[in-house]
């Protein structure tokens, strides 16, 4: 035989594997009504409208895959697709093929990815990336761990009758980095790190929330905003300081306007020995603060730094420090933001 033709005899094999491993993208329109599996070979999975898992339908999402959603074409900021789950969804990638929720378009926002009376025991986000789209709860506790969530209006909104588990992420470059908006909103947020938004935590209003072993530090405007009436205790986070009047002047409550009520952040990561263990006084509150006029909330604090993906800078001090390089998280290249994977899940 000429010695050719074993390479021509190879080549069919060569193109129909190629075939079989490109296969996406993949348009998804209609509603997903029996379990799904999306797949890294059929990715990216690019939504043109509103999806929503039906009850008692389970969405898996394998490691690896990109879904990307569209912005509004209403031009309303932020109101763009919906991932809703009314079912389940089960996105669990892993530090080395992450999922991806992303803009169908570079520097646009999407909607969000929308838990509402889910089936929560099988919802499930983990080592994910959601850029420029939010988290919402509303009637449903899913577990949110070990993700990154930025460049978006807000990283997780917890509404009515929530209870979610979000551990381990790292909240950035977000207006708000977590908001909880009623007063049976309980979630448990722990060990995150919430930091390079606008405000860290909004609290419009909420139930028995528990917020400890978090980091909160370097958000543009405050830590945390209280706009309740309610006293909210949030001890053993890490505000990155050791004075308590360094992080008073972090934190948006009854201390800078006396009809909110106070967020207890003591005891904190650092704090000195023999100091107080609850702060029950406003003597520690910037000169002149008490009575202040709530922050006035503007379009432009819901983007970090700008609009979203304008010179999206954002950085991990602590880590920097230990990286003699000075590697940061995620670098800014025109006006979209490049994710170094690897670094994000260290």
Same mark, same amino acid.
């Given at each position: ?14 193109? &129909? ?13 209609? *509603? ?59 996105? +669990? ?6 999922? &991806? ?6 520097? &646009? ?7 509402? *009376? ?11 990336? +959601? ?61 995150? #790190? ?27 405007? %405050? ?41 207890? %952040? ?33 379009? #432009?604090? %819901? ?13 991990? #001090? ?26 994000? %899940?260290?």
């Amino acid at each position: 035989m000429n010695k050719n033709a074993y390479y021509l005899v190879g080549l069919p094999i060569l193109i &129909s594997c190629r075939l079989a491993t490109a296969a996406g993208p993949t348009y998804v329109k209609d *509603n997903i009504s029996a379990s799904t599996e999306w797949t890294k070979g059929n990715s990216p999975y690019v939504l043109q409208n509103d999806i929503i898992v039906n009850k008692g339908a389970i969405l898996t999402i394998d490691p690896g895959v990109e879904v990307q959603l569209a912005a509004a074409t209403n031009g309303k900021v932020g109101s763009g697709t919906n991932l809703v789950i009314y079912g389940g969804l089960k996105a +669990v990638g892993d530090p080395a093929a992450p999922i &991806s929720f992303n803009p169908a378009t570079t520097g &646009s926002l999407w909607g969000a990815i929308y838990f509402a *009376n889910s089936d929560s025991n099988n919802c499930l986000l983990q080592d994910c990336l +959601v850029k420029g789209g939010r988290i919402i709860c509303n009637g449903a506790s899913p577990t949110v761990t070990q993700c990154a969530i930025y460049g978006a209006r807000t990283g997780i909104e917890i509404y009515a009758n929530s209870q979610p588990q979000i551990t381990n992420n790292r909240i950035t470059a977000n207006g708000y980095g977590i908001s909880l908006m009623a007063e049976t909103a309980s979630p448990v947020i722990s060990n995150n #790190e919430v930091y390079n938004n606008n405000y860290g935590f909004y609290f419009k209003d909420f139930g028995t929330p528990t917020i400890s072993g978090n980091k909160i530090y370097s958000n543009l405007k %405050f830590n945390m905003v209280n706009y309740s009436a309610k006293p909210l205790d949030a001890p053993n986070n890490d505000f990155r300081v050791t004075d308590s009047q360094q992080i008073a002047r972090t934190i948006y409550d009854g201390v800078f306007n006396a009809s909110l009520g106070r967020i207890n %952040f003591m005891p904190y990561v650092g704090m000195p020995a023999g100091q107080p263990q609850v702060s029950t006084t406003v003597a520690g509150a910037p000169a002149g603060a008490v009575n202040q006029e709530k922050p006035k909330i503007q379009q #432009e604090d %819901f983007w970090s730094y700008g609009r979203p993906f304008d010179a999206l800078k954002i950085s991990n #001090e602590q880590d920097k420090s230990k990286d003699s390089s000075g590697t940061v998280k995620v670098l800014a290249v025109g006006a979209t933001a490049v994710v170094t994977v690897v670094l994000l %899940f260290l």
